[in-house]
């Protein structure tokens, strides 16, 4: 079973991390909640959220999957973090996914993953030097190899899909789509 790590950051958005979240568990997929500290996090609209575990505990096991959310501050908060950085460039170099929504793929362009490919998220929220040697698209998702991003709230949804359908196949995104009764 694919293992996923999902760190949640002060401030981060409550829609895009419960959906990752929730949405990944029914497809069975193992996700570790990690908060950078071992706070409750409190989201960008007042949720709290209570993670499983804390960063460093976290850290300590193997993931198929990062899987950032979104929000400000939290995108700032998950960015600042050296740990998380360091992670991410480690599966990036043992060619495992990393996955950011919203603000979020600015963590991947600071930590170098996101030059070179093609890759979205909200609008502005990367900056110029950010988005060099970036084919900027504005898709809902954006997959460029091992590197998936998405666009915002509204394309959560999309973009768990898309982890899941990637993780654990088509039949199992299809399962769980099916289950929420989306309209197409």
Same mark, same amino acid.
């Given at each position: 079973?694919?293992?996923?790590?999902?760190?949640?950051?002060?401030?981060?958005?409550?829609?895009?991390?419960?959906?990752?979240?929730?949405?990944?568990?029914?497809?069975?997929?193992?996700?570790?909640?990690?908060?950078?500290?071992a706070?409750?996090v409190?989201?960008s609209?007042?949720?709290? +959220?209570?993670?499983?575990?804390?960063?460093? %505990? =976290?850290?300590? *096991? #193997?993931?198929?999957? $990062?899987?950032?959310? @979104?929000?400000?501050?939290?995108a700032?908060?998950?960015?600042?973090?050296?740990?998380?950085?360091?992670?991410?460039?480690?599966?990036?170099?043992?060619?495992?996914?990393?996955?950011?929504?919203?603000?979020?793929?600015?963590?991947?362009?600071?930590?170098g993953l996101?030059?070179?490919?093609?890759?979205?998220?909200?609008?502005g929220?990367?900056?110029?030097?950010? +988005?060099q040697?970036?084919?900027?698209?504005? %898709? =809902?998702?954006? *997959? #460029?190899?091992?590197? $998936?991003?998405?666009? @915002?709230?509204?394309?959560?949804?999309?973009f768990?899909?898309?982890?899941?359908?990637?993780?654990?196949?088509?039949?199992?995104?299809?399962?769980?789509?099916?289950?929420?009764?989306?309209?197409?």
């Amino acid at each position: 079973m694919p293992k996923v790590l999902v760190p949640l950051a002060q401030g981060c958005e409550e829609l895009e991390a419960v959906t990752i979240i929730d949405l990944l568990r029914r497809a069975g997929i193992d996700v570790v909640s990690a908060g950078l500290d071992a706070q409750p996090v409190c989201a960008s609209r007042g949720t709290r +959220l209570l993670p499983d575990t804390t960063l460093d %505990d =976290a850290l300590q *096991q #193997d993931y198929d999957m $990062i899987a950032l959310p @979104g929000g400000l501050p939290g995108a700032d908060h998950l960015n600042a973090d050296a740990r998380l950085r360091e992670r991410l460039r480690k599966m990036a170099r043992e060619e495992k996914y990393t996955a950011a929504v919203c603000a979020a793929p600015k963590v991947l362009a600071d930590a170098g993953l996101l030059k070179g490919r093609r890759a979205t998220s909200y609008p502005g929220s990367l900056s110029a030097a950010q +988005l060099q040697d970036v084919d900027y698209r504005e %898709d =809902a998702v954006v *997959q #460029d190899g091992t590197v $998936i991003t998405s666009r @915002g709230p509204g394309t959560a949804m999309d973009f768990a899909l898309h982890l899941i359908e990637v993780l654990v196949g088509k039949a199992n995104r299809d399962e769980v789509e099916k289950g929420l009764v989306r309209e197409r």
